[in-house]
């Protein structure tokens, strides 16, 4: 059925809310366009949080799927509420971000900055330092910049209602009512907003993902702050002489590793379920202060013994820090977050990461990886905003995109299998380009340019890069201590 909205709600305010909105206002079809996050500015996960404590309320409820709840509104509206932890509490809702101090950039600008809005050259100290003034690679503060400069130069600014959480997002008699909340002045002020769409940007680092271990929940509730998640991970300073395992095989696990080699106690682990990401292989984990174990199999809450599946073991450990990605979460939408929940992370009941099935009002950008973030929310949002604005081509019919998720779950199960776009960059942006098209005679419209297969080299040199950088950390400390092999 085809799509007409008129006013159409954006959920999140970091990089793809800012070009799903700058691509609703070019497209000059719509009479509301809102915006709306919760967080005191404008940058999503790229906002740097070191100021709020970091902790899981409840692993329990995190490994069982019952973290990250809806709360209740109050039963009449507007209203005014006091703040409250279950309310207002940044590890309870899971409002921190996800950024260390060094974090950076790992995807060359020319493919992960947005056609229209180039990423500025400036370059950290430390990577000047580390990989010359060629490198690919920008501080987070740097992207930030960027992310409030597109909502600033299109004047999109006052488009955006911050510190106001969407709660509750409901279809009612043809509209999506939202419930909405904004923290001001030490106080909860509610209210509700009705629109014809809804953009969903709130991305997917929020909420931590462990693996199933047995006896994860009893030694975390032994040893309180031992086990940590590569999310709440701010600087090396913490760990300093402190013994600590490593869990996992790609980006988080290496930045952590990394991170905190010379800091920790010496050899830090890293402990990996099976093979490393393809893209970077062993080789962030081959520096001679790295011992490789294979996948942790128990963890004894009575003597904090870590037993690993080749049948090695680790005693007195300090931390246990999980670099293991994340899970799915919109409690606001409730029987979406039904879905997740019966499913393994993943976004069920969405056609090729981005239109609801159900009803096409709904749609998603930035909830997929596999590379080409950002560049990837731009074709996202260009075709959503065509979608609701009535202009682009249609959707298949229901039960071509129910198989398209069958399939897809056959074939890669759940998690980053599923949700990853590679390898077939190329085929997923010119499908969203096809639904696209070109924009409408007389309109600002943006247009999207075929796939460039040349991307690729790019995308290819970037992951050179970064491996040319461990490569020299490693032959720094050989040279220093001599050659040693870590442990595979």
């Known amino acids: 059925m085809p799509v007409k909205a008129r006013r159409v709600a954006v959920i999140g305010a970091g990089p793809a809310g800012a070009i799903a909105t700058d691509a609703l206002v070019k497209e000059q079809a719509f009479d509301t366009i809102r915006v709306f996050d919760r967080r005191a500015g404008i940058g999503g996960t790229w906002i740097y949080t070191p100021h709020l404590p970091t902790a899981i309320p409840s692993l329990e409820d995190l490994v069982s799927g019952k973290a990250d709840v809806a709360v209740p509104p109050p039963p009449q509206l507007p209203a ?3 703040l409250s932890d279950e309310i207002n509490g940044h590890q309870r809702r899971f409002a921190d971000t996800a950024l260390h101090e ?3 950039s790992n995807i060359t600008p ?3 900055s947005y056609t229209q809005e180039p990423f500025p050259g400036t370059l950290s100290a430390r990577t000047l330092a580390e990989h010359g003034p060629g490198a690919p690679f920008r501080h987070h503060a740097v992207i930030r910049e960027w992310i409030e400069g597109i909502f600033a130069r299109g004047g999109h600014e ?33 209210w509700r907003e009705t629109f014809d769409a809804l953009v969903v940007a709130t991305g997917h680092y929020n909420v931590p993902w462990f693996p199933s271990i047995p006896g994860l929940v009893e030694y975390d509730r032994k040893f309180p702050g031992r086990i940590q998640h590569s999310k709440h991970f701010r600087t090396a300073a913490r760990y300093k002489g402190k013994r600590v395992v490593v869990v996992g095989g790609s980006i988080s696990a290496h930045e952590v590793v990394h991170e905190i080699l010379e800091a920790a106690q010496t050899p830090v682990y890293a402990s990996l379920r099976g093979e490393p990401i393809p893209a970077f292989g062993w080789e962030p984990f081959l520096h001679p202060d790295i011992v490789v174990k294979k996948e942790i199999t128990r963890l004894d809450p009575e003597t904090g013994r870590i037993f690993f599946a080749d049948g090695s073991t680790l005693d007195d450990v300090d931390h246990i820090v999980f670099g293991t990605g994340y899970t799915f979460s919109v409690p606001f939408l409730e029987h979406v977050q039904k879905r997740i929940r019966n499913a393994y992370r993943r976004l069920p009941g969405v056609y090729q990461h981005t239109w609801d099935i159900e009803d096409p009002t709904l749609t998603f950008i930035g909830m997929l990886g596999g590379g080409f ?3 990837v929310y731009e074709w996202q949002a260009v075709a959503v905003a065509r979608h609701l604005a009535g202009r682009a081509s249609p959707l298949p019919p229901i039960p071509e995109q129910l198989e398209w998720e069958r399939k897809r779950v056959a074939e890669r199960g759940g998690g980053k299998d599923y949700y990853s776009i590679a390898p077939d960059y190329g085929a997923f942006f010119e499908f969203l380009r096809g639904i696209a098209g070109e924009p409408a005679p007389g309109t600002t419209g943006r247009v999207l340019p075929p796939f460039d297969e040349k991307w690729l080299e790019l995308w290819t040199g970037m992951v050179a890069h970064k491996i040319e950088g461990f490569q020299r950390k490693r032959k720094r400390a050989e040279e220093a201590r001599g050659p040693v092999k870590a442990k595979l």
């Open 110 to 112: 020319a493919i992960m």
């Open 80 to 82: 005014v509420t006091a």
């Open 158 to 190: 006052k488009l955006v209602e911050l510190n106001t959480t969407v709660e509750r997002a409901e279809k009612v008699g043809g509209e999506w009512v939202l419930t909405l909340r904004k923290e001001a002045g030490g106080r909860n002020y509610w």
């Open 373 to 375: 973030t950002f560049r």
């Open 102 to 104: 060094n974090l950076h």
